[in-house]
């Protein structure tokens, strides 16, 4: 029998184990960049570098190295980010194709305020949405809040100096990949602050979540949570002690890279 205080309806799935793992990871490339807001950026192709134009005439640019194979940037990945985390649920998502690209594409929507649900739509929450009412009002359950525990587990089990050392190890190759769909003048490290700052801006809630039903989907009663980006509501919907680990986490990996730098 269904409980009368208990609604739930379908909610756009919400895909953010790998995407908020992959910020955690490489946000140690944080700096003090800042960059204006671009397009939201879907999983970049495998294409022809684009040679610039020589400054002497006569004199040809020198090409990069074509790059490593996905299966051999996934095989990389794999083994700097192996002792990252002692969990299952890590692993698996180690075992995905096409990671780096998908971290560049995942910052780069994030940037931009956008969902990277089309980037990383294998990891999805179980269940459904739910919100309670309470006091004649429809509030976001703690069941909806406990899909994501999992996501909230594994990030909070990331060592971060093994992912500082693994983003100054692929940073080279996450910028050429960023390149082939960015906007002229972006740079990863730029776009990978913005992200950074998205999800450090959004706010911590403990108490009740007021939502209200609109049309098949359910938006939140509060303007100023409707009004934050979908990356960040994303994340919101992910409740305070997910929330909280995954920003512990995103200024821990910042803290070690600015002490890092400091001491060169």
Known sequence: MSNPDVVTKPQRRMHWGVGVAALVVLV??????????????????????????????????????????????????????????PLPEFAAWLREQDLLRRVVAVVGNVAAGDSPREVVGFLAPAGTFEARRKAGKLVIGKKSYARYDVIGKVVGSLDVGVLVSTYRDVRHLAERLHQESARPGSTFDATLHL??????????????????????????????????????????????????????????????????????
């Open 28 to 85: 140690a490339g944080v700096g003090a960049w800042l960059v204006p807001r671009r397009p939201a950026t879907a999983l970049p192709q495998p294409g022809m570098a684009v040679i610039p134009k020589p400054s002497h005439p006569g004199l040809a640019p020198r090409a990069e190295p074509a790059l490593p194979s996905s299966a051999e940037l996934d095989a990389l990945l794999r083994t700097k980010l192996a002792l990252a985390s």
């Open 195 to 264: 992200a950074f700052e998205q999800v450090l801006a959004v706010p911590v809630i403990d108490g009740d979540v007021e939502v209200v039903p609109r049309g098949e989907l359910f938006v939140y009663a509060d303007p100023n949570l409707e009004g934050l980006t979908a990356a960040q509501k994303h994340l919101l919907r992910m409740g305070p002690q997910n929330l909280r680990r995954i920003q512990a986490k995103v200024r821990e990996a910042s803290q070690q890279l600015t002490q890092q730098a400091s001491r060169r």
